[in-house]
């Protein structure tokens, strides 16, 4: 099954024609990466734009200028620094030494300042004691290529250039690029795609160089601050690394923010950068539900952007969120991801509702998340459970768990609706909860453990992993409740110390496979890495269910990685053990910025306040973590109900809400 998406949209797939091995991607953790999409730029911490690999500025997956190459009096500036400003801008520091210089220090220093919409700054400062005659040149080149084929290795030769205004223009196959250079070159060879001045520096003064690379086709950015769908929230305690990862991961998250072009006013979180560009459904759920409380509506856009893909003729797919498959692990089929977004639809829109999504966007949702439901009502075999689309027809218990949790928050919304079925669901959801409890578990002499799975012919995949985190992911109901899970209270014990022991917590995270499980790889996607949002998942099902000492462990962890990679949390690192004076090990093809991993950060903090929303009622509930594993924390410029919304923890882990809407009740 295949899902629509943009261009530039790139899946963990084995790609046509590549040059590569099938499915490998080139390594990323090294480049810096700036996103604002659709724009990227993607360079090495050099700054030099070189045309090898990745490098270059990007326009809705076009790579629109892969070289720019600066010498100055006839020699390369001497790279001495190159670092993120923000999630779209970058800086390289180099110096120049010329043959005049009289001794070891440099007296040209060289900034770049790269923006991922298509600008570079170019400034020369001099520190000389005269007057200096250099000439500038920028080398420019292009291959206009798509960004899946520069991925592959197979992105062709750089196209021939021709002197346009005040710069460079490139054209092929309909595609065309420009650059436009201020203040205008002196020179302009198309041949060698060269740009060329002569400056004068006078002691102690600087000279700027400004390129702009654009396309012929217009583009409509995302208003990416200031317009409510991220509001500024701010997060200040005693450690002061939750200010840090709360700030970046909002800043990752509006560089992601794309429009639909069916409905350029709808907008969604991609999946990341630079391999998945375009819209995910069930990352794009997963990433909203965690924003819930930077209010609700990117959650609104989003489902409305999702509720345009659902299959709408009559069959046995109709209602279903189409979507790719995913490597589910070394012992299990792929899994659709459109299964996981089908049922992930009702879940977000009645948690939407509980955080206090205008009624408008829920009467015009609502018959969307019926198709989900009534999609999942004929999908589920005559033992309640969802089966994969696998020869075997394995019941993952991860399916299970969302299957369970769409099922009793669907029927709250139906109920609140006056809409038929509520009954019916949670009477549905009951019986799952007993077969699962009965033929999903595995008892053995440390105290049991859930399957992976079960097949058709009832043999259980006794494997642990990350999968299990999503069975203390239950869902929010009204005045401040938790819906029921699908284990008992010793199950859910059991599951809590299992996620805690040294086999699944690396010290740097929840590992997707347990490091004693036969297979495990430490860089498996679902093998053994680190995927953040289900470490969130977990520290927040975790939190939710009262193991706090579990829950501090992981959320330190995360915290401790966070800074190692200046608190842009990729999507996934090695799930290796953490020892003394060890750093998290990057994952060489991780998207960073990924969606569901700069939502985690959001999870993650927010999770130690657990705000408990019921806007409806007019009421809010904090269960905070009372352990206080981060110290004192105060959260503002959240939203509940449509307002700003500021929370308190301190050392003691006691909550105290210091900003509210007036109608809200604090609950209990």
Same mark, same amino acid.
């Given at each position: 099954m295949t899902l629509t998406v943009p261009s530039f949209a790139i899946e963990r797939r084995p790609l046509a024609g590549s040059a590569r091995p099938p499915g490998e991607l080139p390594s990323v953790h090294g480049l810096l990466i700036c996103a604002d999409l659709p724009g990227l730029a993607v360079s090495a911490e050099h700054g030099q734009l070189t045309g090898q690999g990745l490098e270059g500025f990007y326009q809705s997956g076009r790579r629109l200028l892969s070289r720019c190459q600066l010498r100055v009096a006839g020699r390369e500036p001497v790279?001495?620094?190159?670092?993120l400003l923000s999630a779209g801008r970058a800086?390289?520091?180099?110096? &120049?030494?010329?043959?005049?210089? $009289?001794?070891?220090?440099?007296?040209?220093?060289?900034?770049?300042?790269? *923006?991922?919409?298509?600008?570079?700054?170019?400034?020369?400062?001099?520190?000389?004691?005269?007057?200096?005659?250099? @000439?500038?040149?920028?080398?420019?080149?292009?291959?206009?290529?798509?960004? %899946?084929?520069?991925?592959?290795g197979r992105s062709g030769p750089e196209l021939p250039a021709s002197v346009h205004a005040s710069g460079m223009r490139w054209t092929a196959a309909g595609a065309q690029a420009v650059v436009t250079a201020d203040p205008p070159p002196e020179d302009a060879l198309a041949s060698a795609g060269l740009l060329r001045w002569e400056i004068e520096l006078l002691p102690g003064t600087s000279r700027t160089i400004e390129l702009r690379i654009r396309t012929d086709r217009g583009v409509r950015p995302v208003a990416k601050a200031g317009s409510g769908l991220l509001p500024d929230a701010t997060a200040e305690g005693?450690?002061? !690394?939750? @200010?840090?990862?709360?700030?970046?991961s909002l800043d990752d998250l509006r560089a992601l923010l794309m429009r639909d072009p069916r409905r350029p006013t709808d907008v969604y979180l991609a999946a990341g950068v630079p391999w998945r560009c375009g819209l995910a459904p069930a990352e794009a759920l997963w990433a909203a539900r965690m924003t819930l409380p930077l209010g609700t509506r990117l959650a609104a856009a989003t489902l409305r952007t999702v509720a345009r893909t659902q299959l709408r003729n009559p069959g046995p797919d109709q209602g279903r969120i189409?979507?790719?498959?995913?490597?589910? =692990?070394?012992?299990?089929?792929?899994?659709?991801? =459109?299964?996981?977004?089908?049922?992930?639809?009702?879940?977000?829109?009645?948690?939407? +509702?509980?955080?206090?999504?205008? /009624?408008?966007?829920?009467?015009?949702?609502?018959?969307?998340?019926? =198709?989900?439901?009534?999609?999942?009502?004929?999908?589920?075999?005559?033992? %309640?459970?969802? !089966?994969?689309?696998? #020869?075997?027809?394995?019941?993952?218990?991860?399916?299970?768990?969302?299957?369970?949790?769409? /099922?009793?928050? %669907?029927?709250?919304?139906?109920?609140?609706?006056?809409?038929?079925?509520?009954?019916?669901?949670?009477?549905?959801?009951?019986?799952?909860?007993?077969?699962?409890?009965?033929?999903?578990?595995?008892?053995?002499?440390? %105290? $049991? +453990?859930?399957?992976? /799975?079960?097949?058709?012919?009832?043999?259980?995949?006794? *494997?642990?992993?990350? $999968?299990? /985190? *999503?069975?203390?992911?239950?869902g929010l109901l009204g005045a401040g409740r938790l819906a029921p899970g699908l284990l008992d209270k010793v199950q859910t014990e059991q599951v809590a110390r299992l996620l805690g022991s040294p086999a699944m917590d690396s010290g740097w995270g929840l590992r997707s496979l347990g490091a004693r499980e036969s297979g495990h790889n430490p860089f498996g996607h679902r093998g053994g890495a680190v995927r953040v949002h289900e470490t969130a998942v977990a520290v927040a099902g975790l939190a939710a269910a009262g193991y706090e000492k579990e829950t501090a462990s992981l959320l330190r962890g995360v915290l401790d990685a966070a800074e190692t990679f200046g608190n842009r949390l990729p999507e996934m690192y090695a799930g290796e053990q953490r020892t003394a004076g060890s750093h998290p090990v990057p994952h060489p093809a991780a998207c960073r910025p990924a969606a569901v991993a700069a939502a985690a950060g959001i999870h993650l903090l927010t999770a130690l306040a657990g705000i408990r929303p019921d806007a409806p009622a007019g009421t809010v509930a904090l269960s905070p973590v009372h352990c206080a594993?981060?110290?004192? &924390?105060?959260?503002?410029?959240?939203?509940?109900?449509?307002? #700003?919304?500021?929370?308190?923890?301190? +050392?003691?882990?006691? =909550?105290?809400?210091?900003?509210?809407?007036?109608?809200?009740?604090?609950?209990?």
């Open positions: 790279a001495v620094q190159g670092r800086r390289f520091v180099s110096v &120049v030494r010329t043959p005049a210089d $009289g001794g070891p220090d440099p007296e040209i220093a060289v900034e770049r300042l790269r *923006h991922a919409e298509g600008t570079e700054r170019i400034t020369l400062r001099s520190s000389a004691g005269r007057t200096l005659r250099l @000439r500038v040149e920028i080398g420019l080149g292009t291959d206009l290529a798509d960004l %899946g084929a520069v991925a592959a005693d450690d002061p !690394r939750v @200010r840090e990862l709360l700030r970046t189409p979507g790719p498959l995913r490597d589910a =692990g070394p012992y299990l089929p792929p899994s659709c991801t =459109g299964v996981e977004a089908t049922l992930a639809f009702p879940v977000v829109l009645a948690e939407a +509702r509980r955080w206090g999504m205008a /009624a408008q966007d829920l009467e015009e949702l609502l018959p969307v998340a019926e =198709g989900c439901l009534l999609w999942l009502r004929r999908a589920a075999g005559d033992d %309640g459970c969802l !089966r994969e689309r696998d #020869p075997a027809g394995h019941r993952r218990s991860e399916t299970q768990a969302h299957a369970h949790r769409a /099922a009793l928050l %669907g029927a709250d919304l139906l109920a609140a609706y006056n809409r038929p079925g509520a009954e019916w669901w949670r009477e549905w959801a009951r019986a799952l909860r007993r077969t699962f409890q009965e033929n999903f578990w595995i008892d053995d002499r440390a %105290g $049991g +453990r859930p399957a992976a /799975a079960r097949s058709a012919a009832g043999r259980l995949v006794p *494997h642990l992993g990350c $999968g299990a /985190a *999503h069975l203390l992911d239950t594993p981060l110290g004192a &924390v105060q959260f503002s410029g959240l939203r509940v109900a449509g307002e #700003p919304f500021a929370v308190r923890i301190s +050392r003691l882990g006691l =909550g105290m809400i210091e900003e509210a809407a007036d109608k809200l009740q604090l609950g209990v």
